[in-house]
Nanobody, 125 residues
Framework: VQLQASGGGTVQAGDSLRLSCAAS????????MGWFRQAPGKEREVVAV????????RYADSVKGRFTISRDNAKSTAYLQVNSAKPEDTAVYYC???????????????????WGKGTQVTVSS
């Protein structure tokens, strides 16, 4: 699976942006998709994951109410809408996909099978 993330950039606190992740190499609807991020000096953390049909979704507490993950299976693309951006959202954002683990396993271990290159998001205060 090839994953191409895009949409990162520099925004001011309170602004919005949308990240996209285009997938290829597998049937997209067979993939659980997720967004992760890693800030300088910190470990990578999960932001949000979305199940095959888009019904099952899980968010990190830090982004609930501000971020929205979605997917368009017809376009083989996952999205992360970032609203009310905060400086602490500054990080490299990674798109990831999984086809081999159960939904419950993913929620516990976040051990995704495939990872894309990151896209930088910088939020200035």
């Amino acid at each position: 699976v090839q994953l191409q993330a895009s949409g990162g950039g520099t925004v001011q606190a309170g602004d919005s942006l949308r990240l996209s992740c285009a997938a290829s190499g597998r049937t997209f609807s067979d993939l659980v998709m997720g967004w992760f991020r890693q800030a300088p000096g910190k470990e990578r953390e999960v932001v949000a994951v979305i199940g095959w049909s888009g019904i099952n979704i899980r968010y990190a507490d830090s982004v609930k109410g501000r971020f929205t993950i979605s997917r368009d299976n017809a376009k083989s693309t996952a999205y992360l809408q970032v609203n009310s951006a905060k400086p602490e959202d500054t990080a490299v954002y990674y798109c990831a996909a999984d086809e081999n683990h159960s939904w419950n396993n993913i929620l516990v271990y976040y051990n995704m099978d495939y990872w894309g290159k990151g896209t930088q998001v910088t939020v200035s205060s």
